[in-house]
C-alpha cells in the first residue's frame, strides 16, 4: 500500500477564507478606531475652545442664569461647561487684568495673571469673575455684557419678568 498525503481542498479554502477574514476585520477595526480618534479629537477641539474662550472673554455671559442683580451688577450660576476653574477680568478704562486658572487654557503674561491694555468699549469699571458655577459681572456704564437688570432670588424683575432667566436672553434684547 501506498500512503499519499494530499491536504484537503476544503482546509485551504477555509484558511484563505479565515485569513481574509482577518483581514477585513484588521481593516474594520482600523477604521472604526480612526473614526473614533477623529470624533475624540473634534470633541477635545470644542472643549478647547469653551477653554480658550477665558482669553478673549473672561467669563461667557450666555452661560450665567442670573440669581441677583441691580442694574449693572449680576450675580448668577454659570452654566458653561468649562465650569470647572476660575476666570476673571478686572479693568478700569482701558487697562484690564485677567485672571485665568482654568485646566488647558494658555498661560497668560505672568502665569495665570497678567495684564492686558486693551480697548473693550472703555467702560469706567468693568468686572467680570466666574469662579466654578458662580459668576459675577459689573460694569459702569452698563453695555452690550452687562445689561441693565434686577433681579432677586432667581427671579427676574426687569427688563423682563421670569424665574431663573439666563443673561443672553437679557442681552439679546
Known sequence: KHWINIPPVRAAS????????????????????????QQTEHNNQL??????????????EENIVLCCALC????????????PGCSGKIGTCCLNCEVCCKPGAPCLPCGCCGPRIVCDGCAICKIQLQAFCLAIT??????????????????????????????KQIMNR
Open 138 to 167: 459689573a460694569g459702569f456704564p452698563c453695555d452690550e455684557e452687562v445689561p441693565p437688570a434686577v433681579a432677586v432670588a432667581g427671579i427676574t424683575m426687569y427688563p423682563e419678568c421670569g424665574c431663573c432667566v439666563p443673561l
Open 14 to 37: 477555509n484558511h484563505a477564507r479565515e485569513s481574509e477574514e482577518a483581514h477585513n476585520l484588521r481593516s474594520l477595526t482600523k477604521t472604526t478606531h480612526h473614526a473614533n480618534n
Open 47 to 60: 472643549v478647547l475652545n469653551k477653554i480658550m474662550l477665558c482669553c478673549n472673554d473672561a467669563v461667557d
Open 72 to 83: 449693572c451688577v449680576h450675580c448668577g450660576i454659570y452654566t458653561g461647561c468649562d465650569c
